[in-house]
């Protein structure tokens, strides 16, 4: 049996990867700004030496880059200040994962400075907290978007999905409907819903109704998910997989059948 490979303590996902992606490019954008820069930064992060990196002066540099040069693709706008943070870390966590067994002190220092609290992060936590004061104030002189967010999904829209995938009467669109469903009662992300397994339902004889742990990947945590009746078929989680169109269409004609 082959000796085990050392597991990373760094994230592999395929989001990450696309992430750091972006950063790169927009730190060899940074690294062309200007002449200067180009002497110091240019080349892209793989090029630049361990002394350059692991000091706060390029991360300070690059984050006066991000507020007031960087525009996002397709727009041309300036980023909003929560996207300036994130590439920031990205950053951060490139160059840490990088050098951390670094025997330097002077790198040992500064990738202590993602550590919470610690006093190496003093002037890192001071900046986040500048680029924040910062990209709020751009907004407001701009008269930029404060709110980014996307369109909250509530029940009619909820509910005119699932009359739609109704329609369809397909075992996929049933499949769609019911995962719709699941994921809205419980408030969870999309995805999640995949591994929320049968067997780990229960039903709950007090308050009458299913219960079951609902695994979050982003937290790696669980909580505990409750799923009620609906208020109609199209919507109800008990009925999720006996509202397509067709099924009803029959129904409707056996009943007048029935009748005559």
């Not at 919470?116 to 004061?133: D, F, I, M, T």
Request: hydrophobic letters at 40%.
């Amino acid at each position: 049996m082959p000796m085990p490979e050392a597991m990373e303590t760094h994230g592999r996902s395929a989001s990450l990867k696309k992430q750091q992606g972006t950063v790169r490019a927009a730190f060899e954008a940074f690294g062309e700004c200007d002449e200067e820069c180009a002497k110091v930064y240019g080349g892209g992060l793989d090029q630049l030496s361990e002394e350059t990196l692991c000091h706060e002066d390029v991360v300070r540099r690059f984050a006066t880059f991000l507020v007031e040069d960087w525009r996002a693709a397709g727009t041309g706008e300036h980023i909003g200040g929560a996207t300036v943070l994130q590439y920031l870390s990205v950053l951060m966590n490139i160059i840490v994962n990088k050098y951390r067994s670094s025997d330097d002190a002077k790198t040992k220092k500064f990738c202590l400075s993602l550590a919470k609290h610690a006093p190496e992060g003093a002037w890192y936590r001071g900046l986040k907290a500048e680029v924040r004061k910062l990209c709020f104030k751009r907004a407001l002189e701009n008269g930029e978007s404060l709110d980014n967010s996307a369109t909250p999904v509530g029940f009619q829209q909820v509910k005119q999905m699932a009359v739609a995938l109704a329609h369809r009467s397909t075992p996929r669109a049933m499949e769609t409907k019911f995962a719709l469903r699941q994921t809205w009662a419980s408030g969870g992300r999309a995805a999640e819903s995949a591994y929320l397994l049968y067997t780990g339902l229960k039903w709950d004889y007090d308050q009458q109704c299913t219960v079951g742990l609902w695994p979050q990947l982003k937290t790696f945590k669980v909580k505990l998910a409750v799923f009620v009746a609906g208020i109609d078929a199209s919507t109800c989680y008990y009925t999720i997989g006996e509202t397509s169109w067709r099924s009803r269409s029959r129904r409707s004609s056996r009943m007048a059948r029935l009748a005559s």
